[in-house]
């Protein structure tokens, strides 16, 4: 059974960082390509950033520069460096993850972020 379970949201004031995590099980990065969404209320789920089986990295405008996404193989967990956050970034963070021929896609929970002053 593949199990995705995101963590490291919370609430911080803008010009913080914060550290996200999905752990994930019955899957091999190998296989998978790997992304960060996230979706305010009422709003579009879109892509913040994505890392493929090969490593291979790519970040929507708003937040590149800012934030890094990252994986450690060992550990089965997919990180995101979240930099500089502003009140835009206030969302419901999701992890994702697709086989990369098409046989599966799955997703996360979520976290809570939260930027405000």
């Known amino acids: 059974q593949v199990q995705l379970v995101e963590s490291g949201g919370g609430l911080v004031q803008p010009g913080s960082s914060l550290k996200l995590s999905c752990a994930a099980s019955g899957i091999s990065f190998g296989y998978y390509n790997m992304a960060w969404y996230r979706q305010a209320p009422r709003q579009q789920r879109d892509l913040v950033a994505a890392i493929s089986n090969k490593g291979i990295s790519v970040y929507a405008g708003s937040v590149k520069g800012r934030f890094t996404i990252s994986r450690d193989i060992v550990k089965n967990t997919m990180y995101l460096q979240m930099n500089s956050l502003k009140p835009e970034d206030t969302a419901v963070y999701y992890c994702?993850?697709?086989?990369?021929?098409?046989?599966?896609?799955?997703w996360g929970q979520g976290t809570q972020v939260t930027v405000s002053s």
């Open positions: 994702n993850a697709l086989e990369v021929t098409g046989s599966g896609d799955y």
